[in-house]
Every structure is written in C-alpha cells, then in structure tokens.
C-alpha cells in the first residue's frame, strides 16, 4: 500500500471515522506509516496533510487507550488521548487512531495534585510550629490561675508578657499560612497604586516597637513605588522580620531609584547566609540548617516576599556580601517623580 491513496480508498476508510471527526484522526497501516489523516489532526500534530500522509506514526500503536507526548516542530509539547480500533481493508491491517488534545486537563490535574499536596505540606507544617507556643501559652495560663494569690505581681508580669509574645508569635505564623493560602487561591491580582515608600518604611518600624531603636533607615522623601500597599507592607515586614530572626543589630534599610525601579535593601549584621544555602532561600517551606531547633517559623516569609514582588512586577533576592553581613534587595516598579538625597546616585 506505498501507492497514493485513491479516492475509493479514502472513502472506506473515511465512513469509519467520519463519527469521531472532532478528534484528530490518523489511518496507520502495518508498517506504521500514516496513510489518512482529517483536518483535526492537522491541527493536532501542527502539520499540513501532505507533510503526515506517508510518514512515520512515530509511537507504537495497539487496540485500546493510552497517551503520547507529541512534540510540536516548534518544540511544544501536547499530550494526546490516543483510542486506537483495528479494521481490514482489501485485505490488509490498518489501525484507526482517534486523538484528543488533553493538555490543558492533564496540566489542570497537576496543578490539583501540587495544590493538594501543598496544602498537606501547610497543614503538617502548621501543626508542628502552633503546637508548642500553644502549649506553653496553655502551661503558661495554668499558672496564672493555679497560683493567682501566691505569684508576685512581678512573677505575673513576666508570664503575661511571655504569653503575649506566645500569642504575637502564633498570629505571625498564621498571617504567613493565610497569606500562602490566598497566594495560592488568587486568580486576580490588586490593582498598583503610588506608594511612597518612606511612609511604608516607618509604618513597619511603627509595628516592630523596641526593635525598631536599632534600624538605620536611608530613604528619599520623594520615593514612590508602583504596588499594592498591603502588599509591599508585607514584603518588607518579612524582610525585617527576617533580619532580627536570624541576624544582628543594627538593621539597615536602605531605599533608592535606579532607572525606573525602587529598590530596598534590609541589611543585618549577622554573619550572612552559607552559600550552600543560597539557592534555597527564597522556596516555600525551605529553613536554613539547625533553624528548627533555634528559631519558630514556617519557612514561607521569604517565599511570600518573591512570589509577592513578582506579582507586583518587581523582583526579590540576596546578595552577599564580603562582610558576610546579609542583604535582602527587593525591587519594584517606580511611580512619578523622584527626590534623592545629595550625594545619592
């Protein structure tokens, strides 16, 4: 069957799969050359009749389902339902495979999978890091009540405040799975507005009471950003947060415009991040080593701040130092006009 196919023969085969013609279409003989295909599958493969018709099928190919990868000539991938029936025409085998593009559903079933498995992750995750505030926050009630008339005020004073501390904690680990949570369900994203970010800046050290005695800040009046307020709000609290977390006073921040971006760097002086550690800073749920054991988190505020920044158009990353001190950069998309400092670039 190498000779060109005759119409009679194109007919036959046609009255068999005229029923599926919203499927791609391929007739494949014995030696596994396409020998018919329809309009659909042209569009399928993204090649023309003549180009399919007499060339390699390229898979194997048997009675029942399954799925193929197609490559694309552009190099694109697809992935093909593929339901192949047997049939006899004078006298010799074909296989009639109808193809149905299923990318889109099986890419939806991924990410169904990997949000699934996400929120498993945050489920464990929450779990372990709310249980013991929790229960020292619990021991801690209980003895307040169980010795409310022997404690000395003192005494009192400090377990009150040490719950206190408890239950900021939980809140700011909640905050960070809530915003994970809405990260992951947003299908839209808030509308940018001019944001100047000095006020931004004192805002976050309004919220972070005595520790703010030790932040150098280094901010134009004139800076605006181009973000959503709450937003950046939360990538720079991260960022502070961060720093008084796991490295040493003072703490910089340090905003300028460079072209058309903002950006603001937190700077600690700790003794900076492992460089074997680097390239795992910024994913979800990734803590530098022995972290566990010294230090309460979920290992997503440096993942909310990239994933935020970028939404917003801008970009978060570190940069090492030869000090070793550790600095956080994000950048953002500038709005109206700029005032620098003198001297600043």
């Known amino acids: 069957m190498n000779e060109p196919i005759g119409a009679g023969y194109e007919d036959d085969v046609s009255r068999q799969v005229v029923a599926a013609s919203a499927d791609g279409i391929l007739a494949v003989d014995g030696t596994g050359i396409i020998r018919l295909c329809n309009r659909a599958a042209e569009e399928l493969f993204a090649r023309s009749a003549a180009d399919l018709v007499g060339s390699p099928f390229g898979f194997p190919i048997a009675v029942g389902a399954s799925e193929i990868d197609l490559i694309l000539p552009d190099g694109k991938r697809r992935v093909v339902e593929m339901r192949v029936t047997a049939t006899t025409l004078r006298d010799e085998r074909l296989h009639v495979a109808a193809l149905r593009d299923v990318t889109r559903h099986r890419d939806a079933e991924h990410a169904l999978e990997a949000a699934l498995e996400r929120q498993n992750i945050v489920l ?22 169980d010795n409310e008339t022997t ?14 501390e408890r239950t900021t904690s939980l809140q700011a680990l909640v905050r960070k ?15 940018a507005e001019r944001v100047p970010v000095l006020e931004v800046v004192l805002e976050q050290l309004a919220d972070i009471d005595q520790n703010s005695r030790r932040v150098h800040v280094s901010c134009p009046d004139g800076l605006v950003a181009a973000v959503d307020r709450a937003e950046f709000s939360e990538m720079l609290g991260n960022y502070l947060e961060n720093a008084f977390a796991y490295g040493h006073p003072p703490v910089e921040i340090h ?27 910024f994913q979800r749920f990734s803590r530098g080593p022995n972290c566990e054991q010294r230090i309460e988190g979920t290992g997503l505020g440096l ?5 935020l920044a970028r939404a917003n158009g801008g970009d978060a990353w570190y940069e090492p130092d030869s000090r070793r001190e550790a600095r956080f950069c994000l950048r953002l998309r500038q709005s109206g006009p700029t005032h620098p400092a003198p001297g600043e670039p």
């Open 151 to 164: 404690l000395p005020r003192q005494r009192r004073t400090e377990i009150t405040n040490r719950i206190i």
């Open 255 to 281: 905003a300028r415009a460079r072209a058309d971006w903002v950006e603001v760097r937190v700077v600690d002086h700790g003794t900076g991040v492992p460089d074997s550690f680097v390239p795992n800073l």
């Open 303 to 307: 993942w909310i701040v990239r994933t």
């Open 177 to 191: 799975i809530l915003i994970a949570s809405r990260i992951d369900a947003s299908g839209t994203r808030p509308v």
């Open 124 to 145: 464990a995750v929450a779990a372990h890091e709310l249980h013991s505030p929790l229960a020292a926050i619990s021991v801690l009630a209980h003895v307040l009540r």
